[in-house]
């Protein structure tokens, strides 16, 4: 597909847009009658998402959001190629590697990191809707969560993407913290280079 089209004009699947609904009805269960701050990629297949989820349009106030799009890996790909370089990413290293004419995760956390701002920013406002909903991929939403949670890149690392329609929340704590309500799965144990925190 992604030698015909580009990956922000791919549409989701039937199956994508089952899943999509799926995760509509866990999400309207949980928001109630509550309104929702949405900040949504630009990318088709998640618009086509968040009209699945299909909310109630009078209490969610949606935004498209540039900075939650899904990984660069460069125009017009070709086949081939993509799994070279996903070779070398895996030997590289998922954070650090940047794909030839695309980003790197790196590059991704950066800008997941503005838009982090702008989101604490919003929080200041006194009509700002008690719920947030990021519909974004899987890369950049475990980088907002390697951003939140001070993560090290070795945690990172160790952590696989969810699947496709898959919810995280961020679960504010009578502490006054967030947690997530259930972690990534984790494909291996990080490996730091040294000593943090």
């Given amino acids: 597909m992604y030698e015909r089209e580009p990956d922000h004009a791919l549409a989701l699947t039937e199956r994508g847009r089952r899943q999509a609904e799926a995760t509509g009805e866990q999400l309207r269960g949980l928001f109630g009658g509550e309104r929702v701050s949405v900040y949504v990629s630009p990318y088709r297949r998640t618009h086509e998402t968040l009209r699945a989820f299909r909310l109630d349009p009078g209490l969610i106030r949606v935004r498209e959001e540039p900075r939650l799009r899904e990984q660069d890996w460069g125009n017009w790909q070709d086949r081939d190629e993509v799994r070279l370089q996903k070779t070398y990413r895996d030997a590289y290293g ?7 004419q695309g980003e790197s995760g790196a590059d991704v956390y950066d800008r997941v990191g503005g838009f982090l701002e702008s989101l604490f920013r919003s929080f200041e406002d006194p009509d700002h ?11 950049a939403m475990r980088l907002f969560c390697m951003r939140w949670f001070h993560w090290t890149v070795a945690e990172f690392e160790s952590l696989s993407n969810p699947g496709n329609g898959e919810v995280r929340m961020l679960v504010l704590g009578d502490d006054g913290k967030y947690t997530l309500d ?10 730091p280079y040294g000593i943090t925190g």
Avoid: A, K, Q, S
């Fill in 94 to 100: 998922h954070f650090f590697y940047r794909f030839v």
């Fill in 129 to 139: 809707p008690p719920n947030v909903l990021i519909v974004t991929h899987g890369l």
């Fill in 182 to 191: 259930r972690p990534f799965d984790r494909w291996r144990d990080p490996e």
